[in-house]
């Protein structure tokens, strides 16, 4: 696993260029799920491989659960009987009572080890992060093989952020193509070059994150900044990968008319790009923060549908076809 570029850092180890296939199906990952019959994440009917770990901390992030490049505890206090089984069980005393009667996880105690939710009679604790093998992702994906040779769709993989785990990522783009699979990757793209170039051999079809053209901006809510991510967009272009941009459309932060005139210019200068989808601010992430025992910060209002349109129409004025998405 790859460790993320940082802003004044120049060069991150690149790893192996690649190994047999043999060895590669028994590369591992940190896998935070696989959702099946998705069709918002490229072609067709597919199926998602969400990967934990992610350099980026957007204030919106609607999957915290992958995030952090460990296995983690969620706690879902609405199923939770109370019978105290979980509490006898845990090694670390990490299950406590609160002042209101309820339980509550101590987060600096817990390890995640599972034993509490092998043990909880109405499964009101999951863990998120499973340590899979390539070969036992295809051996998943591959239940649905009949939907995706007739919806011409195939596997996104997705996180976090793919290129964490570039060995693994590379290894699993490289089986599914093997099975004759379409092959779709969701990215913010932030990662050295080297890193990134090695996931982009062979891949069908490259979904990017742009957030914000304002360095400063970008850095604030994301806590990265965006001259690493603008410039291997650039790269992958150029490189003929099929790409298309999503652009999470959040109030205060980007939905201004600024941005988005520098981002048509942006992106007609790469040129190649097949379209843009304007993905709206929501709040579907909020409970998952709860369920972690974090705090979601970012409390304002859905995105107006005419903001949305009136957005999209600065881009399609730079003759990009854009998509606003549910």
């Known amino acids: 696993m ?10 991150v180890s690149p790893g192996t260029t690649g190994a047999p296939v043999g ?12 959702r099946r019959l998705a069709v ?4 067709g009917i597919r199926t998602i491989v969400f990967l934990k770990g992610c350099p980026l901390r957007c204030a919106w992030c609607a999957a915290p659960e992958t995030q952090e ?12 009987l109370a019978c105290d089984r979980c509490r006898d069980l845990c090694p670390e005393g990490a299950v406590l009572v609160s002042a209101d009667g309820g339980r509550r996880i101590d987060r600096g105690r817990c390890t995640a080890c599972g034993v509490c939710v092998e043990g909880c009679y109405a499964e009101a604790l999951k863990i998120r992060g499973e340590t899979m093998t390539v ?16 919806s011409g769709g195939g596997i996104t993989v997705s996180g976090g952020e793919p290129l964490l785990q570039v060995d693994f990522t590379v290894a699993l783009l ?41 360095p400063q901006k970008h850095r604030r809510y994301t806590g990265v900044p965006n001259d690493i991510i603008l410039g291997n967009l650039r790269r992958a272009v150029a490189q ?39 993905l709206p601010y929501h709040r579907l992430g909020e409970t998952t923060y709860g369920r972690l025992g974090r705090d979601y910060g970012l409390r304002i209002p859905p995105v107006p549908e005419e903001t949305l349109e009136h957005l999209a129409g600065i881009l399609r004025a730079g003759g990009v076809t854009v998509q606003i998405a549910g």
Not at 2 to 11: Q, T
Not at 190 to 203: K, M, N, S
Request: with cysteine.
């Open 2 to 11: 790859r460790n993320p570029p940082h802003a004044d850092a120049s060069a």
């Open 23 to 34: 060895d590669e199906v028994r590369a591992t990952g940190l896998v935070s799920a696989i």
């Open 40 to 43: 918002h994440d490229g072609p």
């Open 69 to 80: 490049q460990r296995p983690e505890l969620l706690f879902y206090p609405e199923r939770c």
């Open 135 to 150: 070969a036992q992702v295809l051996a998943e994906v591959l239940r649905d093989r009949v939907f995706y040779q007739y």
């Open 174 to 214: 490289r089986a599914l193509k093997g099975a004759g699979l379409h092959t779709a990757m969701e990215t913010s793209g932030f990662q050295h070059w080297e890193v990134f170039a090695r996931a982009l051999q062979g891949l069908d079809l490259l979904l990017y994150d742009l957030k914000q053209m304002d």
């Open 240 to 278: 003929g990968v099929l790409t298309i941009i999503r652009v999470p459309v959040i109030p205060g932060f980007n939905d201004e008319d600024e941005n988005f005139w520098r981002m048509g210019e942006f992106l007609q200068e790469l040129g190649a790009v097949r379209q843009i989808d304007l």
